[in-house]
């Protein structure tokens, strides 16, 4: 190999031994843009083949979304054979995961979708099903950011989204899945899951009035005054950030 540095005025090679450190680091750095190149095609290599499984209709994740569950699915006639916890790794030839609605969760959101159409607070929901002894998401306690995310997610209605994990504010929509994009981002496939517990009509529902408290929230919040702690501090019962606000009293002053 030779290299050589070349301008209009000068053509000098590198190759001597007063260059040998020059060289050393020219030929390293070469290495590592080879070591990357093939990271990065390894890398999409696995991603393509991630979403052409999605595609397909298999999960590929390690914990089942909130009101299902991961079963272990012959590829042979597509039989159910058994659910598998969250965590737990399964390599068996000729089988895979599929997604299956978990008949107590799906109560739960049952209960959390009802009461944002009656107008109920998310705070209220939840020691609604805190109180009732509903399946938790984790091992918190109900809170209301656990009950806007579980409303937010569009999976209960049949619609997956790959690689997004919160909800709570109103999502940007993903891209339908395409195994070939380069984009590593959050995609979205259609139907995803056959007899989602929740309509379409209803979950338009259910996100237009989500929509319009977060759009009164960012208003209140834009109007108030500013407060150090603002979102810092959490509610202890609920898990709310707390925001400031002034209000005027009957005596007028505040």
């Avoid at 959101?109 to 929901?125: E, F, H, P, S, T």
Wanted: hydrophobic residues 35%; charged residues 25%.
């Amino acid at each position: 190999v030779q290299l050589c540095y070349s301008t209009d005025a000068k053509h000098v090679e590198y190759g001597g031994s007063s260059d040998e450190g020059l060289v050393a680091f020219i030929l390293a750095a070469l290495k590592n843009v080879k070591a990357y190149q093939e990271w990065a095609d390894t890398r999409q290599r696995t991603l393509r083949g991630t979403r052409l499984s999605l595609k397909n209709g298999r999960f590929v994740g390690a914990r089942a979304p909130y009101g299902y569950d991961r079963w272990l699915v012959s590829n042979a006639g597509g039989a159910f054979v058994r659910p598998v916890p969250d965590g737990e790794s399964v390599r068996l030839a000729g089988h895979h995961f599929r997604l299956r609605a978990n008949a107590s969760e799906q109560a739960a959101v049952r209960q959390i979708l009802d009461g944002i159409l009656a107008r109920k607070a998310y705070a209220q929901i939840a020691r609604e099903l805190e109180s009732t002894g509903a399946p938790r998401p984790g091992r918190e306690p109900w809170s209301a950011n656990a009950v806007r995310d579980i409303a937010r997610n569009p999976l209960h209605m049949g619609d997956y989204v790959h690689g997004r994990t919160r909800y709570a504010a109103p999502p940007t929509p993903a891209p339908e899945l395409d195994p070939e994009a380069p984009n590593t981002g959050p995609v979205l496939l259609s139907q995803f899951v056959a007899d989602a517990p929740v309509g379409i009509d209803e979950w338009a529902r259910v996100q237009a009035i989500m929509n319009e408290r977060a759009e009164s929230e960012r208003q209140r919040k834009r109007s108030s005054p500013q407060y150090l702690l603002t979102s810092i501090l959490r509610c202890g019962s609920c898990g709310d950030p707390l925001f400031g606000h002034r209000q005027a009293p009957r005596g007028g002053q505040r």
